[in-house]
Structures are given as C-alpha cells and as structure tokens.
C-alpha cells in the first residue's frame, strides 16, 4: 500500500530528501509513544540498532532508489530477490541461524514468486534511465542488497539480546538515519518554483509514511525478534507478490502468473515458519 501511495505522490525532491523527510515525519509520529515509556535495551544493542538504521535505512534505501532510477522496477527487484539467501547465509556464518531444510526449500520457493512476479516486465519508474551506464545501476542495487541485509542482521542481533521492544527499536533506527540524512535538511526546506499539484499532497505523505515508514519497520523489527534473520527477511522479501492484488490500481494486470506466483509464495511462507502441512 505505501509503495502505490509514494508511486502516485507528485514531488520533485530527490530520493535522499524523499528519505530523509519521511523518516523526521514518522519519527514524529512515534517518538510519543516512546519517550514515556521504559527503556531497558543495553547500550550496546542501542549502538546495533544505531548502525542498523544508518546501513539499512540512511544507505540501503538511498542505493535502492538510485537503482530504481538506472534499472527500472523490474531488474532492480529481480536483484533484490536474492535478499533472504545472502541474509541467510550471513546468518549462519556470523550468527550462528542454521535454516532447517525445509526453510531452505521455503526460501528458494519465496525467491522464486518474487522473481515470476517481476519478470512480466513491470513499467519503468517516471525519470528512469536504464540504458544509460546498466553496469552502476547493478551495482547500486547490488550496494542495496548488502545493506539492507547488514541492517537485518544488525538489528536481529540487537534485539535477540532483548531489552528493545520493536517500536524502541524502530525508533532508534530512523533516528540514526536521519541524523545521517540530516545535511539534505536546507535543501528539503528550500522553497520550490514549481506548480503545485492541484491537489493537496500532505494527506498522501502522511498515510504514506504511516504505513510504511512507521508500521511497516515496526512489524519489520517485530518479525527479525522473533525470527532468524533469514527466515524474517525471506518473508519481508513477498512484498512484490503482495502487491498482486493491488496491481490493477496501479495499472497493472498480474495475469496467471501472478495468482501462480501468489500460491508458490504462500507454500514457500508456509515451509518458512513450519506451518504443518497435515495434523
């Protein structure tokens, strides 16, 4: 939902911008819930949850949407796709989160859904240039997957020490990032000579953000404590596929291999967190 939102909301600020003002508006948004309440996080999860942010979040999506640029939607979520094997196996080597096999059949049947839905060859995103310089957008999109990966470790290793609840965690985290993004703060404030959209935009933000940027890194964080990072990644990663029935309001039309694609991903979910398959 917050991607047709950000999809659909007319803006000439930059992806470093676009970034940094989402992460100040939910920022806002949470930062009430959780000053009042206790903190019992040590400080060195608080450090993990710090650098999370600031890999994941200030890098990691600054290099996605610069890939999304060069690449388009299609590539740059094909490469996206190997998320849930690279944090996977990272898990393993650094955290010690061995998959069962069956997990492991789970993740490649996940990856595959995602890979089914973007090969339709989705629209290009407004502005892209994806036949100028391929070679950097791979790269970007590339840099993004590490990050984003680092930044899922990070905090699962924060958060398995416990102490944060998923909210602090959040918090935390877009707090990093947008000290990071903070030097874009004159440009996003400078005012613009452009023609404002007949419509008002704040209400789009907004939801935008609240869905998001604040729910979504919430229930992000929410799944990364009480799964192995792979795993949580993995079901992070049916984003594309969740995006199915959405698809004719954003002028798409998944076909049957959308609905097939749909079905692979619900058994590689289910493989994922051991859903039995009889009693």
Do not use: H, Y
């Amino acid at each position: 939902m917050a991607s047709l939102l950000w999809r659909r909301l007319p803006t000439s600020l930059g992806a470093g911008q676009l970034n940094l003002l989402k992460n100040l508006l939910a920022l806002g948004l949470q930062l009430p819930l959780v000053l009042g309440g206790p903190w019992q996080a040590s400080p060195r999860s608080l450090a993990l949850l710090a650098l999370s942010g600031i890999v994941g979040i200030a890098f990691g999506d600054g290099l996605f949407f610069a890939a999304l640029r060069r690449l388009g939607t299609r590539r740059t979520l094909t490469l996206d796709a190997g998320g849930p094997a690279v944090t996977a196996l990272a898990g393993m080597v650094l955290l010690g989160e061995v998959p069962r096999l069956e997990q492991w059949l789970g993740l490649a049947l996940i990856s595959g859904a995602v890979l089914l839905v973007v090969r339709r060859g989705a629209a290009q995103s407004p502005g892209a240039f994806p036949q100028e310089r391929p070679a950097i957008g791979v790269l970007l999109a590339l840099g993004a997957l590490v990050c984003g990966s680092t930044g899922a470790l990070l905090s699962r290793a924060a958060l398995s020490e416990g102490g944060a609840t998923p909210l602090q965690a959040a918090t935390v985290r877009l707090a990093a990032a947008s000290l990071v993004l903070l030097p874009l703060l004159p440009g996003l404030l400078a005012p613009r000579r452009r023609p404002r959209p007949a419509r008002p935009r704040w209400p789009v933000l907004l939801l935008a953000t609240l869905l998001g940027t604040s729910a979504g890194i919430v229930l992000q964080q929410t799944a990364l404590a009480g799964l192995p990072g792979g795993l949580a990644v993995a079901l992070l990663a049916t984003a594309p596929v969740m995006a199915v029935p959405l698809a004719r309001l954003d002028g798409d039309r998944p076909g049957i291999e959308g609905v097939i694609a749909a079905l692979v991903a619900l058994a590689g979910v289910s493989l994922v967190v051991g859903l039995p398959w009889r009693s």
